[in-house]
């Protein structure tokens, strides 16, 4: 008998694989956070150039302008009760918003990521106590944390970064802590241990880079709460100083004219704000499906 050879398959009928290169939701909308957020940068760099050219006026002043004029050519989002410009108000809000929340997440990570490092791979009671701490603070909600910081370093910059940062560090300590006990029993670690490497070679050189990915969509995400916490602390007059301008105080004395129709006094730092936290979210959310592997692979087999 001769045995036949199988005929090769023809291209219809060799086994479709799916496709697993497309984008997903989250990283397609990240395009769009990019771009916002790059916008209020640029705003907010830009902002006492324009002023300097006359294109935007003096947000402290208010003296010279009429008060609760509409949007109009003069005032192209109108003028609030004390004579201020809304749109340098809002510009110039960017600005502080910046200030504070990058100082704030720096802070967070300066201080969080050593202690999370640290923490997770020395042990001992060291860590037990950390983790309590941690714990204890993070249990506590963030608003109700910061109103209260805020009472006791009172307003100004720097005082509102400490007061946002407080929150954010036990964040940081929980990612940072489990990485680290996870990646310390890897063999490069242990070979290193065995070479006389010193922990602060061990924790510099050989665990920094491997336990800190999720670190920059932390940062993007905490950053974004945190200019909703600086709006509210500028809502209750916690936070910057009286004429510094910052969209949770404009918001505040626009209540008052809110009733009588003045709606522009409102609208324009509450939109602000909303966008500028839209695009640290969405920028947040794509980070951490590209970082994040698992999270990834579940929405390539999601698809259709």
Request: aromatic share 8%; proline share 7%; hydrophobic share 50%.
């Amino acid at each position: 008998m001769t045995s036949s050879k199988p005929s090769p398959a023809r291209p219809s009928q060799l086994p479709r694989i799916p496709n697993r290169q497309g984008v997903s939701l989250s990283v397609a909308l990240m395009g769009a956070g990019l771009l916002i957020t790059a916008a209020f940068i640029a705003i907010a760099l830009l902002a006492p150039a324009l002023q300097s050219w006359g294109v935007l006026q003096n947000p402290t002043a208010s003296i010279t302008n009429p008060i609760h004029q509409p949007p109009s050519a003069e005032h192209w989002l109108g003028t609030t009760r004390q004579g201020y410009d809304v749109l340098a108000r809002t510009l110039f809000g960017s600005r502080a918003a910046w200030q504070v929340v990058l100082l704030a997440t720096a802070m967070s990570v300066v201080v969080g990521v050593p202690l999370g490092m640290l923490s997770g791979y020395l042990g001992g009671r060291l860590d037990r106590a950390l983790v309590f701490f941690m714990d204890t603070i993070y249990t506590l909600p963030g608003l109700l944390l910061s109103v209260t910081l805020a009472f006791v370093v009172g307003r100004g910059v720097v005082n509102a970064a400490i007061a946002l940062s407080i929150a954010y560090v036990p964040q940081y300590y929980r990612v940072v802590r489990n990485h680290t006990v996870s990646v310390k029993t890897e063999l490069f670690i242990e070979a290193a241990q065995a070479m006389g490497a010193s922990t602060w070679a061990v924790l510099s050189r050989y665990l920094f880079l491997n336990v800190v990915q999720s670190v920059p969509v932390l940062f993007t995400l905490n950053a974004a709460d945190a200019i909703l916490v600086l709006g509210g602390l500028g809502f209750l007059g916690l936070g910057l100083p009286e004429q510094t301008p910052e969209w949770g105080a404009d918001i505040r004395q626009a209540l008052d004219a809110l009733p009588t129709g003045i709606w522009w006094t409102a609208l324009f730092p509450g939109l602000a704000l909303t966008l500028m936290v839209t695009g640290l979210s969405l920028v947040g959310e794509g980070l951490n499906e590209l970082v994040n592997p698992l999270l990834r692979r579940e929405n390539w087999r999601s698809r259709p």
